[in-house]
DNA sequence: GTGACGCTTGGAATCGATTACATCGAGACG
DNA sequence: CGTCTCGATGTAATCGATTCCAAGCGTCAC
């Protein structure tokens, strides 16, 4: 692969007069930066960006680790972080944490030690001790979806307490009141808040929402099954069912399925993140849906402002219910109901 | 950021012995060793994988520019590959071509300039020059899923010829006749060839595959959907659509209910690629499932191969049907047809 | 006792860029 | 006409690692 020597031979001038020409610095005379961009073209030169990198101490390059790619949830947000980065200039590099906490500190070190500029996460667990460190230490950070409490980094989300209340007035509407939760890890922000969110909600009716109707999920498939599995043994199962992510719903429809069951008529469901195939399943899913691509392009925006040297700004945008057929024939006409309870962007400066 | 010099003056030796130990060179001392070890530990040390790159020419990085990251075939290849990365000590950055050449054009630039150490492709169209001299120049390339053809690079892909005329078999079987297929960018060889298999296995049955009946669309949900109506407005519209992945399955679903329609009564549906929600779809879909993981795991068991130096062999494996309602009632009870035709496992030597 | 050998170790070159500093020449101005 | 200024250019240091080469030193055999 030719060099810059290389250019620089082939248009009889120095390295830094080809750098210079690279780089737009003004002070070159025509004729020297045509020779050079005649070089640069006949030899097919590339900039190195690992030497660049060394040099300059950047790399244009944003770390993005995620808790589970295969949640298109997250797909849709990586797909706009990515966008978002490239245009305004940087690269991404996605690490899976399969919500393992292990693998999710192996991403970190691992970009870390790439000299990424910046790193956005939605944390696995409630602090690992490796990104905590990398905090403090003052790598240009954003938390995104979830976060972890008490640390200094600005947090990119949605608030679902509206859209949850919407669902619990939504199911109880429909005669619902044995309501129980497939909930996420309570290390997760979202794990726990959400479930805090439908007890709130919840309690505003009168209902409770009891021990036995909180499932321990972690948001992948097999646990929404093995939960919705364990409430149909109750000896009184609960008549609806809300899904604290997309994944266990999945599975809590499968268990559904496998008992001979039907959604909504022997039981209602409900999830929390909307993706294009709830429209699809049978029944159509009612969902909470977050507004996931402004979520990924808030964060690189804040990110970069971080790393380009301006004050990073938190946001909070608001989720909204979309109601499908999943809780029983709805009664209302309107499918989408706003939240206006709820600002529509909330910023506070960190 | 402590530096390896750093540690050298920490632990009182040269940078050069701070090396060898960092990599297990054999002719280091105990003690040095174990200063040196200290010192890495009390400054919290990790090596600068810019500059150790630089030096080295190596990145330890393999590049993987997919067609699509929003559909979940892509998704799960990725995961996949980045799984097999990782076990082999590699990372992989992934680039989002959004099947559009320009896009794929970009990430190929911008990982090659990062010095990538090899790149896994599903090309986008049937001959970028930027990857056709890549490949020329000697970079570590294969090709997964899709290929350009002429170009000597491995492939590892799925062959479903066997899978296509199980479909034909299950469709003709169901008594459908009037069959029309939602066909990908003939640019692609994934798009021609499932044409084509669906032309040849349709051809022994007799049945024609007329032009009227081949709607093109670009892989995306949006163009199944815009297909389908054209083949619902047709005179004698077809009574079973093959669509050759899963988005543009779920544009045809769409445009079937915006239509008032039902599958499978109204209209038979298929799909290439299967997907977990097709399970959960109404009705569940139809669909040629690809051993998607293994595909991702020997793409880069073949891109280590070579970049190690060792040769690298294209890996063909077979998709097979997994049948389900969306064509009709199936009167087979098996619900998968195995294709005994083709062996599972293809390996020729490139 | 001494030369050879082998194990440790450090010095310095190197990878490919960027950039501070020095230099050179030409035009402007008094 | 001398000097001052400014634009264009080159030299060389630098980023943080790896690695070749030489040197120091202890040990062993003769």
Redesign the pocket.
């Known amino acids: 692969?030719a060099?810059?020597?290389d250019v620089a031979a082939a248009a009889?001038?120095?390295?830094?007069?080809v750098?210079?020409v690279?780089?737009a610095h003004?002070?070159?005379?025509a004729?020297?930066r045509a020779r050079v961009l005649a070089a640069v073209e006949s030899l097919g030169y590339r900039?190195?960006a690992v030497?660049?990198s060394?040099?300059?101490?950047q790399t244009h390059t944003l770390g993005l680790v995620i808790s589970d790619v295969l949640n298109p949830y997250f797909t849709e947000l990586a797909r706009s972080v990515e966008e978002e980065a490239r245009a305004l200039g940087y690269s991404v590099i996605i690490g899976n944490a399969d919500e393992r906490p292990d693998l999710q500190d192996h991403h970190v070190r691992n970009l870390l030690d790439r000299r990424i500029d910046g790193l956005l996460v939605s944390p696995t667990d409630g602090g690992s001790p490796l990104m905590l460190d990398a905090a403090r230490a003052g790598t240009p950070m954003v938390f995104v979806d979830r976060w972890i409490p008490g640390v200094d980094v600005p947090v990119v989300r949605a608030d679902g307490r509206a859209a949850v209340q919407d669902l619990v007035a939504h199911l109880h509407a429909l005669g619902h009141r044995r309501v129980a939760i497939i909930a996420g890890p309570a290390a997760t922000t979202t794990g726990s808040e959400r479930v805090e969110a439908f007890r709130a909600a919840l309690a505003a009716y009168g209902l409770p929402l009891p021990d036995v109707y909180i499932g321990q999920g972690d948001f992948q498939a097999a646990s929404g099954r093995r939960v919705t599995e364990g409430f149909l043994d109750l000896p009184e199962p609960p008549d609806a069912v809300f899904a604290a992510d997309n994944l266990m719903a999945l599975g809590a429809l499968d268990a559904v399925r496998a008992r001979g069951l039907r959604v909504p008529d022997d039981i209602a469901l409900a999830a929390f993140d909307d993706i294009p195939w709830f429209v699809h399943t049978d029944p159509p899913v009612t969902a909470i849906a977050q507004p996931t691509g402004e979520l990924g392009r808030a964060a690189v925006r804040a990110l970069v402002d971080r790393i380009e040297g301006r004050p990073a700004a938190s946001v909070t945008l608001a989720a909204r219910l979309v109601v499908r057929r999943s809780c029983g024939e709805a009664p209302e006409t309107a499918r989408i109901i706003p939240t206006p309870s709820l600002p529509p962007v909330q910023r506070s400066t960190t």
């Not at 009889?12 to 007069?17: D, E, F, H, Q």
């Not at 003004?26 to 005379?29: A, C, G, H, L, Q």
């Not at 060394?54 to 101490?57: E, F, P, Q, S, V």
Request: glycine residues 4%.
């Open positions: 692969m060099s810059i020597k009889g001038v120095s390295v830094a007069t750098s210079r690279l780089n003004p002070s070159v005379s004729d020297a900039p190195n030497a660049r060394l040099r300059t101490d």
